[in-house]
């Protein structure tokens, strides 16, 4: 079994000031450049980040462990407030005080930067991005905004508003 190699990136957030983390696992024996069809960004929901959500051993081994030894590059994003990326100022206050710090706008547009920075950094026109529960919305925001990026999309675990309300998502 060839040998899983982790590296971390920082990447500017839309809001001024702060930083995402984006989290990258591939095996050693391969390529860091590879396809479109092969090169995976995933996406979490509201509860918990990317790395604890995807990355997350059971029994010795994560998603992104798994897919990494079929041979995919996974990445996954940890967005504004959650995991390893920055906490903004606003997160040491009563939540009252403040609107969200992390709306679905907002998480879109850090998707597509790091989109931007995995694309350039594999020299990629397109990924595959993996969306779960509130991620499900903000993968899809992306790949309607920005289809030529988004090779294939999965959602898990999709939101869904029943008729008649609002849902309050962006």
Request: overall charge negative; proline content about 6%.
């Amino acid at each position: 079994m060839a040998t899983i190699i982790e590296t971390g990136h920082r990447i500017n957030s839309r809001e001024s000031g702060y930083q995402v983390y984006l989290r990258n696992k591939r095996r050693s024996d391969l390529p860091e450049a590879q396809d479109a069809a092969r090169t995976v960004l995933f996406v979490h929901g509201a509860t918990y980040a990317s790395t604890l959500t995807f990355d997350y051993p059971i029994d010795g081994t994560s998603w992104m462990d798994q897919l990494a030894q079929q041979g995919f590059d996974t990445w996954c994003i940890d967005l504004l407030g959650y995991g390893c990326s920055d906490r903004p100022e606003a997160m040491n206050e009563p939540p009252e005080n403040h609107p969200p710090i992390c709306d679905t706008r907002t998480a879109a547009d850090d998707v597509g930067r790091a989109v931007a920075f995995i694309q350039g950094h594999r020299d990629i026109p397109q990924l595959n991005l993996i969306g779960y529960s509130w991620g499900t919305a903000i993968a899809g925001t992306y790949a309607g905004e920005h289809p030529e990026s988004v090779h294939k999309l999965v959602l898990c675990g999709a939101l869904w508003v029943l008729p008649g309300a609002t849902s309050g998502l962006v």
